[in-house]
């Protein structure tokens, strides 16, 4: 008979992630947070996951293109590709969880009448209208005002009854961040499970406890945080990275020339030499270097990662 074996007790390594909406083809500034969520996840043993957010604006053939193009660049992922609108059920749990626990409450505001709200001289003190923030409109409507909307067409979303209006989330890059938290949209009023809720669900059904994204997404963080700390979820660790810009300091675009894989190859570009640059951007290798993802690997130092954003020149790109 053989002795009995100690159960060993391993902490799950958990994920990072790459979460792109498939509205069109990733550019440079994109695969560069692409590259970086793959460093920050293998460099610390975590698994990575490609999810994508398909609940929105979805250009057919764009999904497919996206991961061609990570392929491209030499970056791997792990396990299926995760598509949103295939995942309407949890989402759907979710929200219910939510309203059984009476933190939800519709909402019939139009985007106009949110906008003319926060933007009024005195908004209501309690209900901060600052960082975007939905100013509280519908959350006093009385059962009677919700059927008299119903009845007048108007559709409804579903909105969270946010019990805080600031959270704190830890971030590698930015340090701890404090931000607004609002009544955030659960549910569209198309119905859809809202992007703030449909992360943080799939974050949390897959394993995910690393969140490296564009820091224009650093404000959504609290709300998301704070969201899955109600849902019982565990709080992930974020590291939002700097966006790519052109010249003239707008986020980069499709129309700032050749941009993406497809355009840069058929300039005679390579995936190779893009992987190059993206990588010399980031102070990860010398100019013209041919470079892999795995000697990338050796060289990641979140530390010394640059903190301003990338400018990119289409002429350099091209170089
Ligand atoms: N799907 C979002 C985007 O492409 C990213 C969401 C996230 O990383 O949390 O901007």
């Known amino acids: 008979m053989s002795a ?41 043993g975590r698994g990575f996951l490609v999810r994508m957010e398909d609940l929105d604006r979805v250009r057919p053939g764009a999904a497919a293109r996206q991961l061609a193009d990570l392929a491209a660049l030499g970056l791997d992922w792990d396990g299926p590709v995760v598509q949103q ?20 409450y519709p909402c019939f505001c139009t985007r106009r009448e949110i906008q003319q709200a926060a933007s009024a001289p005195h908004p209501d003190p309690t209900r901060p209208g600052a960082d975007g923030a939905y100013p509280g409109t519908c959350r006093a409507l009385t059962a009677a005002q919700v059927e008299q ?38 549910r569209r009023n198309d119905g859809v499970a ?7 669900v799939d974050d949390a059904a897959q394993g995910i406890d690393q969140v490296v994204r564009g820091d224009d997404l650093l404000t959504s963080a609290p709300r998301q945080a704070y969201l899955a700390a109600l849902l019982d979820r565990p709080p992930v660790q974020y590291a939002h990275v700097p ?28 995936a190779g030499r893009v992987l190059g640059l993206i990588a010399g951007s980031l102070g990860l290798a010398a100019p013209g270097e041919q470079v892999s993802p795995a000697q990338l690997l050796t060289r990641f130092d979140p530390a010394a ?13 091209l170089a």
Not at 19 to 36: F, K, M, Y
Not at 156 to 180: E, K, S
Not at 194 to 200: D, E, F, G, P, R
Request: net charge positive; glycine share 8%; proline share 8%.
């Open 243 to 270: 966006l790519a810009l052109n010249q003239e300091g707008q986020r980069l675009a499709k129309r700032d020339g050749a941009v993406t894989l497809a355009e840069l190859a058929a300039a005679g570009v390579p």
């Open 149 to 186: 909307r119903r009845a007048a067409g108007r559709p409804g979303a579903l909105r969270l009854r946010a019990q805080v209006d600031r959270w704190t989330v830890p971030d590698l890059l930015v340090g701890p961040f404090t931000g607004a938290v609002d009544d955030l949209v659960l």
């Open 4 to 44: 009995p074996t100690t159960p060993q007790v391993t902490e799950p390594a958990g994920a990072g992630r790459f979460a792109p909406s498939p509205s069109g083809d990733l550019h440079v500034g994109n695969l560069r947070t692409a590259l970086l969520a793959w460093l920050f996840a293998r460099s610390t």
């Open 194 to 200: 809202a992007y703030n809720l449909a992360v943080v």
């Open 305 to 317: 990662l640059p903190r301003a954003p990338w400018v990119v020149r289409p002429a350099d790109l």
């Open 85 to 104: 609108s295939a995942r309407t059920d949890r989402y759907a749990q979710a929200i219910d969880s939510l309203t059984d626990r009476g933190l939800t």
